[in-house]
Structures are given as structure tokens and as C-alpha cells.
């Protein structure tokens, strides 16, 4: 049989122009190629854009069978707080390894501590439906919440959580006690940011007092979220625990929260893994 192409068809894109493709994903916009009003690539988009500079008809599953064979994957963007001061970064993350590293012979731990407000109107996560069928999540459309202030010892894993109606310097107190309840004896060195209940005049007069010779307090450089592994483990909570779950109230966020808390209590390899450090 004749398997010919149809005269001005090209069979498929080379090797250079599969690197230009995937170049052309990683660094540009369709804004900046002048290929339409879209802020990032698509099979749809792309098909077009090869078609008209290569001649390449491609299937939109063709496209997206290449962009894995270039080591691309569909994902989910983050931001980058442009205010960051990346060699301070560096500097605090030079420091940190070695307050690590003494920490092993002291009677010292080393946690995280931040805190977040899960809502019940949680932002939707892409999940599988029927075709045509776009899933749907109940809601009454509040905005009820839970506060939680948590704390991960990145060497082994262990997770302290403490619930609140709000997040404010009391409350912050409230979970320092609790802290240093469940680690008695133990001198508790927490890195955390630079939000305005942290530096509250209560909780230095708190630091200041008997109370506070049990903590040390080592604050992030500020905008820099990303050197606080505990931002994975909230990110972990809302995106596979919350995320396309209908909460009714405060009570039923403050289940899905225990349930949370249970498991990962129970998984502290887990939780070393998703907060991207080791044992």
C-alpha cells in the first residue's frame, strides 16, 4: 500500500525543533511569541503555534506525549515573593545547618512553627468526573474557618498541632505552653517568620520571663516562605484533605483536621518526605 503523506505534510518535528518546543515552553509566554492573549502554553495553543512554523500537523495528544518526552509535566504554578533577599537566604540557611548540627549533642529540638486559617470555602483542586459532567462540591457558600498553629521537628518528623478560633498573640501563647507541655525538659529552638504576633509585646514578655528560658526564637529573613518546610505540610492538608470536601461548620473542618493530624502522627517518614527533608 501507498502510505504517503499528503504533499506539504512534514512527518515530525526533529530534534531541534523538539529543543525549541520545549524551550519555548519554559521561558516564554504566547504574549511573548505574539501568539494570542493566553499567559501560558497549552496542547491547543501549541498545535497551532507548530503547525504554522513548522508545517507539523499534530494531535493534541501527540503534543502532550512530546512535552513528557522532554521532561515537561502539567503543573500547578507557585508564587516567589519578589521582595526575598536571596543572599541573606543563603546566609540563614548556612546558619540554620549549624545550629542543626549542635543540636545533636544538646538537650535542644529544632521545629518549625507557623500558622494558617483552613476555610470551609477552600479553593477547588482538579479531580476526575465523567465526561461532560463537570464535578460539583456542596456549599453554603460562608466562610467559616479553623485556625491552627503547628509545629515539625524536621530531624524526625513529629508534628505538634493546636487549634484556635483565631491566630493572634494569646492564642500564639496558648500554643507555646502547649509546646513546652509535651516536650518538658527539653529546650525548644523554633524558626519561624516575622508576622506581627510573633515579635507581640506579650510574648516577649513571655521570652523574657520563667516561662521563656525553655524557647529560642530564630526568625526567617523576611519573604522567604519558602525556607519554612512546615508551608508543605499546610499545602499537603488543604490540597488532599480539604480541598473538594463540603464542610458544613467549624466542627466539621475541625474533623477533617484531627483526621489529618491522626494519620500523619502515625507517619512521621511521610511527613519528613512531603515536607522535603530525611530522617
Same mark, same amino acid.
Given at each position: 500500500?501507498?502510505?504517503?503523506?499528503?504533499?506539504?505534510?512534514?512527518?515530525?518535528?526533529?530534534?531541534?525543533?523538539?529543543?525549541?518546543?520545549?524551550?519555548?515552553?519554559?521561558?516564554?509566554?504566547?504574549?511573548?511569541?505574539?501568539?494570542?492573549?493566553?499567559?501560558?502554553?497549552?496542547?491547543?495553543?501549541? *498545535?497551532?503555534?507548530?503547525?504554522?512554523?513548522?508545517?507539523?500537523? $499534530?494531535?493534541?495528544?501527540?503534543?502532550?506525549?512530546?512535552?513528557?518526552?522532554?521532561?515537561?509535566?502539567?503543573?500547578?504554578?507557585?508564587?516567589?515573593?519578589?521582595?526575598?533577599?536571596?543572599?541573606?537566604?543563603?546566609?540563614? *540557611?548556612?546558619?540554620?545547618?549549624?545550629?542543626?548540627?549542635?543540636?545533636?549533642? =544538646?538537650?535542644? $529540638?529544632?521545629?518549625?512553627?507557623? =500558622?494558617?486559617?483552613?476555610?470551609?470555602?477552600?479553593?477547588?483542586?482538579?479531580?476526575?468526573?465523567?465526561?461532560?459532567? *463537570?464535578?460539583?462540591?456542596?456549599?453554603?457558600?460562608?466562610?467559616?474557618?479553623?485556625?491552627?498553629?503547628?509545629?515539625?521537628?524536621?530531624?524526625?518528623?513529629?508534628?505538634?498541632?493546636?487549634? @484556635?478560633?483565631?491566630?493572634?498573640?494569646?492564642?500564639?501563647?496558648?500554643?507555646?505552653?502547649?509546646?513546652?507541655?509535651?516536650?518538658?525538659?527539653?529546650?525548644?529552638?523554633?524558626?519561624?517568620?516575622? @508576622?506581627?504576633?510573633?515579635?507581640?509585646? $506579650?510574648? *516577649?514578655?513571655?521570652?523574657?520571663?520563667?516561662?521563656?528560658?525553655?524557647?529560642?526564637?530564630?526568625?526567617?529573613?523576611?519573604?522567604?516562605?519558602?525556607?519554612?518546610?512546615? =508551608?508543605?505540610?499546610?499545602?499537603?492538608?488543604?490540597?488532599?484533605?480539604? @480541598?473538594?470536601?463540603?464542610?458544613?461548620?467549624?466542627?466539621?473542618?475541625?474533623?477533617?483536621?484531627?483526621?489529618?493530624?491522626?494519620?500523619?502522627?502515625?507517619?512521621?517518614?511521610?511527613?519528613?518526605?512531603?515536607?522535603?527533608?530525611?530522617?
Amino acid at each position: 500500500l501507498d502510505r504517503r503523506l499528503p504533499p506539504g505534510r512534514v512527518p515530525f518535528l526533529t530534534e531541534e525543533q523538539q529543543q525549541e518546543i520545549r524551550q519555548l515552553v519554559l521561558t516564554t509566554t504566547p504574549v511573548d511569541a505574539g501568539w494570542g492573549i493566553a499567559p501560558s502554553w497549552n496542547t491547543r495553543i501549541l *498545535q497551532s503555534y507548530i503547525q504554522h512554523t513548522y508545517g507539523v500537523s $499534530m494531535s493534541r495528544e501527540g503534543i502532550r506525549k512530546l512535552l513528557h518526552r522532554l521532561r515537561l509535566s502539567w503543573t500547578r504554578p507557585t508564587y516567589k515573593l519578589v521582595k526575598g533577599d536571596a543572599k541573606r537566604q543563603v546566609a540563614f *540557611q548556612k546558619e540554620l545547618e549549624f545550629i542543626k548540627k549542635k543540636l545533636i549533642t =544538646e538537650n535542644a $529540638m529544632l521545629f518549625y512553627v507557623d =500558622e494558617t486559617h483552613v476555610r470551609a470555602y477552600q479553593a477547588l483542586r482538579t479531580t476526575w468526573a465523567e465526561v461532560g459532567n *463537570q464535578k460539583q462540591v456542596p456549599s453554603y457558600g460562608h466562610h467559616d474557618h479553623v485556625s491552627i498553629f503547628g509545629a515539625v521537628d524536621v530531624q524526625q518528623g513529629d508534628v505538634f498541632f493546636h487549634r @484556635a478560633s483565631s491566630a493572634n498573640a494569646e492564642t500564639f501563647l496558648d500554643f507555646l505552653r502547649l509546646l513546652k507541655e509535651k516536650y518538658t525538659h527539653r529546650f525548644l529552638v523554633l524558626v519561624l517568620d516575622n @508576622a506581627r504576633i510573633h515579635h507581640a509585646k $506579650m510574648v *516577649q514578655a513571655f521570652l523574657d520571663g520563667e516561662e521563656g528560658d525553655a524557647f529560642h526564637f530564630i526568625f526567617l529573613p523576611p519573604y522567604s516562605p519558602q525556607l519554612n518546610p512546615i =508551608e508543605r505540610l499546610w499545602k499537603w492538608l488543604k490540597d488532599e484533605v480539604i @480541598a473538594n470536601v463540603f464542610h458544613k461548620d467549624q466542627n466539621d473542618i475541625a474533623q477533617s483536621i484531627t483526621r489529618f493530624e491522626q494519620y500523619i502522627l502515625q507517619h512521621p517518614d511521610e511527613v519528613l518526605r512531603r515536607i522535603g527533608c530525611t530522617a
